[in-house]
């Protein structure tokens, strides 16, 4: 009771944080006036007076007000975009090493240009991290327009690139690249001989884009390079010929943990097999000599039962891509380690590379510590911010949008069955408690949304926003952009989509479809 008449009179805490920043956000928008009667080379010469006023000792704090404003004032004379206010509220916040939430449409791509130009000012590099090739090519030739019209330059991390053209892109005030590339140019520093073969010159200062992505669900994924290994490729498809002979009874299946193991009865059922195939030594499969064997049978099984192809991965050319699990997209040149990928080679009767063995190993987790100053942002943050506070020490602020929100965000509502789903009237949802304490465990059907075959709305399904059968149509503006005929919910993850991720991964989701979308189980007819 007296927090909620505390929240009431002083506001949550959120906003007391956000408040706090209103006073520079006052000074920056007093020097717009100064700043636009200065000519071209008048504002890039301000770099110049940064770059020597942060070398003989200033704090780049005290830079902040003249830094964002002359930011603000490049970006309308090469983009004609000008930061709004909460956008400098953003970059203040990225600044501080803090995670920025701020909602689809926002402009957190021209945010990340205001800390990303003050702390370049002090010429130790500053890496600004995407989730792809293309957005990282693609925001440093848009943003850096800014940046090459105040004095800075501007590299590019993508795949392909040798050492050189690497380094010449990390040596840069300004380096784009994908969490990948970065923590792969780290491993190979790690192997190399001379410092001065080394294309990485520190990590000083980093802006991770879509920060819940990187830093939470791929946060444990390891990056591995590893090295050639005896060739025993015939052993993988020896392995290989007995594991479809083994019943449902012979082995368990966990798919949450992802492991497989075989039971009593499929132990005995394999060690007459391989006995009698003379691959066998000693009188158990699990005795010491027969290491190897043990290791090859669980590959195997683990790539017949538990990889699915067309989904963990597909065959091309004669070749097995993964599947990236987290982006949809095909990681060509990757593959897995400890004779997994041997494995799937050997079950799709596809020529078999030799086996590697790890030379160097970090995870993204890892990677991401070793920042003096480490910053984010994304639409979703709130929902993990007890992790990103205790995995990595950073504050989750919530920034508040230009103009008010026509869109109602309404709770999301989880079933369990389809059928429960179908018949909502009558069945009560689960209601969302712990975003993690709940999974979706059934796949209904995703309805395609044409005007011809959807006369109405009679239940709690995903559909369109279309005037002749959505009454909730009338709670949007007339003129609300994407609220015609062909606006539709095709971005909504369903069920069988979201099986594996926790709840807060399937509201997160639903929060980064279109402004005026939402769970559309909560339209009723």
């Known amino acids: 009771m007296i927090g909620a008449v505390a929240r009431k009179l002083f506001g949550s805490a959120n906003e007391r944080r956000i408040r706090s920043y209103l006073p520079r956000v006052g000074e920056i928008n007093a020097l717009e006036k100064e700043l636009e009667a200065l000519s071209d080379d008048a504002l890039k010469a301000r770099t110049v007076d940064f770059k020597k006023q942060a070398a003989d000792g200033t704090s780049l704090d005290d830079l902040l007000v003249p830094a964002f404003a002359t930011v603000r004032e490049a970006a309308k004379r090469t983009l004609g975009q000008r930061h709004f206010d909460v956008q400098l509220i953003g970059g203040m916040i990225l600044h501080d090493g803090k995670i920025a939430e701020m909602k689809t449409g926002e402009g957190k791509t021209l945010v990340a240009t205001l800390p990303v130009y003050l702390n370049a000012i002090s010429g130790r590099g500053v890496h600004v991290v995407t989730v792809n090739d293309y957005l990282a090519k693609r925001d440093a030739d848009w943003m850096g327009q800014i940046y090459n019209f105040l004095g800075l330059s501007v590299g590019v991390i993508v795949h392909g690139l040798d050492d050189e053209q690497r380094k010449k892109a990390y040596d840069c005030d300004i380096t784009y690249g994908t969490n990948n590339e970065l923590g792969f140019d780290y491993l190979r520093d790690n192997m190399k001989y001379r410092l001065e073969d080394m294309v990485q010159r520190g990590h000083i200062y980093a802006i991770v884009d879509e920060v819940d992505s990187i830093l939470v669900d791929e946060a444990r994924t390891p990056l591995i390079i590893s090295g050639p290994l005896d060739d025993r490729s015939e052993f993988y498809n020896t392995i290989d010929g007995y594991i479809p002979q083994l019943d449902k009874t012979d082995y368990e299946v966990d798919e949450k943990q992802r492991t497989v193991t075989l039971t009593e009865a499929g132990m005995e059922k394999l060690e007459q097999r391989l006995r009698a195939a003379g691959q066998l030594k000693g009188d158990s499969l699990y005795d010491v000599e027969n290491v190897s064997v043990v290791h090859h049978v669980n590959q195997a099984l683990r790539a017949h039962k538990l990889f699915q192809r067309d989904k963990d991965y597909i065959v091309r050319n004669g070749e097995v891509v993964i599947i990236d699990e987290f982006t949809g997209r095909m990681m060509p040149g990757r593959r897995y380690s400890e004779g997994l990928h041997q494995a799937l080679e050997a079950k799709e009767h596809q020529p078999i590379q030799p086996e590697n063995q790890t030379l160097a190993s970090i995870t993204f987790q890892n990677y991401f510590r070793m920042y003096e100053k480490l910053a984010g942002m994304t639409g979703t943050a709130l929902t993990e911010a007890d992790e990103f506070m205790d995995i990595y020490g950073l504050e989750v602020l919530e920034v508040p949008t230009n103009m008010p929100l026509v869109r109602l965000d309404d709770d999301d509502e989880v079933y369990r069955t389809a059928t429960s789903r179908a018949g909502s009237s009558t069945i009560s949802p689960i209601p969302m408690r712990s975003p993690r304490s709940i999974r979706a465990t059934t796949a209904p059907p995703r309805p395609r949304c ?33 609220a015609g005929p062909t606006f539709s919910l095709a971005a909504m993850p369903t069920c069988a989509s979201a099986r594996k991720l926790p709840i807060s991964r399937i509201r997160a989701s639903a929060r980064k479809v279109h402004a005026p979308t939402r769970f559309a189980s909560r339209l009723r007819g």
């Open 450 to 482: 044409s005007p011809s075959s959807m006369p109405g709305i009679t239940s709690r399904k995903p559909t369109l926003f279309h005037k002749p059968a959505c009454p909730a149509r009338s709670r949007l503006p007339p003129t609300w952009p994407g």
